[in-house]
């Protein structure tokens, strides 16, 4: 594993990061040194392929170029404030940025395969009431280079810089942490564009997968662009009920969501677009529910994650029992659908699904385009 760079929170590096720039604007940092464009493609194998973080060992580069760049440039990862470990394996952690500000990020790992749940904001706008997060307001979103750093701090600590791609643990990205990516759209896709780049990280779009709340407007380009596995945070099978567990669902109302979901570019049987559905006992478990559910998406290339509700403290909602998820469930595969319930993980670390909120609260510059 390469040494990695943490920021300071806050921090007193003035050196610009070079992590999270694309490779048009790392070849324009090169040009303003004067540098041949090959150095551009050795430098990016430096970053992303190597995760090397000291420019002295970059030793494809020459000595006068490695100490400029060591002079005007850092390549920096997020700092670590925080680690936990669960009884599971599953691993948590707070990570600081270079303001001083805090978002969170969980790796869970499975027998020959993990994914990495990253962050885009520092807290959330959405308020959903079933979510940890909702409940700390938006401080801001979070650039390109601190989503990629998550990534690269994780491939750090798992020491998997170098790995081939079939023996790493870390092989799937789930953008489902810490607030909602569509409201930071530019910021998210720079970033995956780098992480998929494959001369750098290379974890492949197919192996991606971008949660969304239903911000419409935003889900098409998701699937022309990138062309990442999308999952919707649905909840509810009315608006009057999904007003009340997902906010935005008054400005986006199911039938523009479900309409943004048919027409998902990419979307078909063998690529289904996976709907997410937080079981909350009496709210929202019912086999009636449950038959509505089939029904809302029988013509959309679906599949279910059922998500046992994962309390933290002065949650308003208790898990449905396992006999009422169990008969949801069935009634969805009866209907011809994969709803697999999500075995919970990380739930003693708060690293579960809905349990994420950082530290950072005294900072509230809500971010531009919030909604």
């Not at 440039?73 to 990570?95: I, N, Y």
Request: hydrophobic letters at 40%; one cysteine or more.
């Amino acid at each position: 594993m390469s040494g990695a760079a943490p920021m300071d929170a806050p921090s007193t590096d003035r050196r610009t990061n070079l992590i999270g720039l694309s490779r048009d604007e790392l070849a324009g940092v090169m040009a303003g040194m004067g540098e041949k464009p090959f150095r551009v493609k050795q430098l990016w194998h430096w970053l992303y392929h190597r995760g090397e973080s000291d420019f002295a060992r970059m030793t494809t580069l020459g000595k006068p170029l490695r100490e400029k760049l060591a002079r005007r440039h850092a390549a920096a990862r997020p700092r670590v404030v925080r680690e936990q470990v669960s009884k599971d394996s599953s691993r948590k952690w707070l990570f600081g940025f270079a303001d001083g500000n805090e978002a969170e990020c969980v790796f869970i790992p499975e027998e020959d395969r993990g994914a990495l749940c990253i962050s885009t904001q520092v807290g959330c706008t959405l308020t959903c009431p079933f979510c940890h997060t909702g409940t700390q307001r938006l401080v801001r979103n979070l650039e390109a280079g601190e989503i990629v750093g998550q990534v690269m701090a994780a491939r750090d600590a798992l020491a998997e810089w170098g790995t081939p791609a079939g023996g790493r643990l870390m092989s799937n990205i789930v953008v489902m942490g810490m607030g909602e990516p569509l409201l930071n759209y530019d910021q998210v896709a720079k970033a995956l564009t780098v992480i998929m780049d494959g001369d750098g990280i290379a974890i492949s779009k197919r192996r991606i997968t971008l949660s969304t709340s239903g911000i419409v407007p935003m889900i098409p380009r998701v699937g022309r662009e990138l062309g990442v596995n999308l999952a919707v945070s649905l909840h509810a099978t009315t608006d009057e009920l999904r007003d009340h567990l997902v906010p935005i669902n008054r400005k986006y109302p199911l039938a523009e969501l479900m309409q943004a979901c048919r027409d998902y570019p990419g979307a078909n049987n063998a690529r289904r677009i996976t709907f997410e559905y937080i079981l909350l006992k009496g709210v929202n478990d019912s086999p009636e529910q449950a038959r509505d559910l089939a029904r809302l998406v029988r013509d959309v290339p679906a599949k279910f994650n059922l998500i046992p509700f994962n309390p933290w403290p002065g949650a308003p909602y208790a898990c449905s029992s396992p006999r009422a998820m169990k008969r949801f469930a069935q009634i969805l595969n009866d209907a011809g659908y994969s709803a697999p319930i999500r075995v919970p993980r990380g739930r003693d670390i708060m690293a579960a699904c809905g349990q994420l909120k950082s530290d950072s609260l005294h900072r509230r510059a809500r971010a531009p385009g919030a909604v």
